[in-house]
Antibody
Framework: QVQLQQSGPGLVKPSQTLSLTCAISGDSVSRNSAAWNWIRQSPSRGLEWLGRTEYRSKWSNDYAMSVKSRITINRDTSKNQFSLQLNSVTPEDTAVYYC??????????????WGQGTPVTVSS | QSVLTQPPSVSGAPGQRVTISCTGSSSNIGARFDVHWYRQLPGVAPKVLIYGNNNRPSGVPDRFSASKSGTSASLAITGLQAEDEADYYCQSYDSSLTAWVFGGGTKLTVL
C-alpha cells in the first residue's frame, strides 16, 4: 500500500518561502509509471494543481502557470521523497497542501494516492 | 472560478438517484481529455471514485457510474445512502492552461 507522509511548517511569513516534504513508502519516486504532484486546496481557489516531478527515461518537472515563477519541486532518490518550495508567499497562498501520486494506468493518468494534507497559513 | 463547473450542491432521499454535472470547454473535456471523479469527506484528502471516465477502483460499489459527452461529464449515484454524503469533484486536463484542473466541487446531502 502506497503511503505519502507530509512534513513541514504550518505557518509561513509573507514574502518568505514555503517548504514541504513528502516521504514515499510502498513505491519509488523513480518509478516510471507515476508522477509526484503537489495540489493545494483553499476555500477561495478550490483544488489547484501546482506541479509535478516524474522520471520517464529522464527527470522532468511541470508547473502550473499560476505559480511557475515561484515554485520548485525537487526529489531525493536516496530518501525516496520529493519536496515543494514556493517562494515569495502571500496570504493568498494560505491553503491545505497535498502531495499526490499521479498514476499512469492503461491510457489514463489520475491522482490515486494522497498525503494527509498540511494546512499552511501565510501570516506575519 | 474553477475551470470545470459543478453545481455547488445536490440532494436526494435515501434510495434515490442523483447526478452531478461537470461542464468544461473545448480545451479540456471537449478536447477528449479523460474525466476523473473524487470524493472528499470533511477533514481528509480527496479519494479517487471514478477514473478514466467510467472506471471504478476496487472497493467502489457499482452504484457509482460516470459518463462524458461533448464538453460535459456527469457522475450518477443510485440507491443513495447516508454514507454518500460528501463533496464530489471532477477533474480533467486543460490544454490551454497545460495543467490538470478540477471542478469547484459539489456537496451531496442525503435527506
Amino acid at each position: 500500500q502506497v503511503q505519502l507522509q507530509q512534513s513541514g511548517p504550518g505557518l509561513v511569513k509573507p514574502s518568505q518561502t514555503l517548504s514541504l516534504t513528502c516521504a514515499i513508502s510502498g513505491d519509488s519516486v523513480s518509478r516510471n509509471s507515476a508522477a509526484w504532484n503537489w495540489i493545494r486546496q483553499s476555500p477561495s481557489r478550490g483544488l489547484e494543481w501546482l506541479g509535478r516531478t516524474e522520471y520517464r527515461s529522464k527527470w522532468s518537472n511541470d508547473y502550473a502557470m499560476s505559480v511557475k515563477s515561484r515554485i520548485t519541486i525537487n526529489r531525493d532518490t536516496s530518501k525516496n521523497q520529493f519536496s515543494l518550495q514556493l517562494n515569495s508567499v502571500t496570504p493568498e497562498d494560505t491553503a491545505v497542501y497535498y502531495c499526490v501520486r499521479g498514476l499512469y494506468s492503461s491510457s489514463y493518468y489520475y491522482f490515486d494516492f494522497w498525503g494527509q494534507g498540511t494546512p499552511v497559513t501565510v501570516s506575519s | 472560478q474553477s475551470v470545470l463547473t459543478q453545481p455547488p450542491s445536490v440532494s436526494g432521499a435515501p434510495g434515490q438517484r442523483v447526478t452531478i454535472s461537470c461542464t468544461g470547454s473545448s480545451s479540456n473535456i471537449g478536447a477528449r481529455f479523460d474525466v476523473h471523479w473524487y470524493r472528499q469527506l470533511p477533514g481528509v484528502a480527496p479519494k479517487v471514485l471514478i477514473y478514466g471516465n467510467n472506471n471504478r477502483p476496487s472497493g467502489v460499489p457499482d452504484r457509482f457510474s460516470a459518463s462524458k459527452s461533448g464538453t460535459s461529464a456527469s457522475l450518477a449515484i443510485t440507491g443513495l445512502q447516508a454514507e454518500d454524503e460528501a463533496d464530489y469533484y471532477c477533474q480533467s486536463y486543460d490544454s490551454s492552461l497545460t495543467a490538470w484542473v478540477f471542478g469547484g466541487g459539489t456537496k451531496l446531502t442525503v435527506l
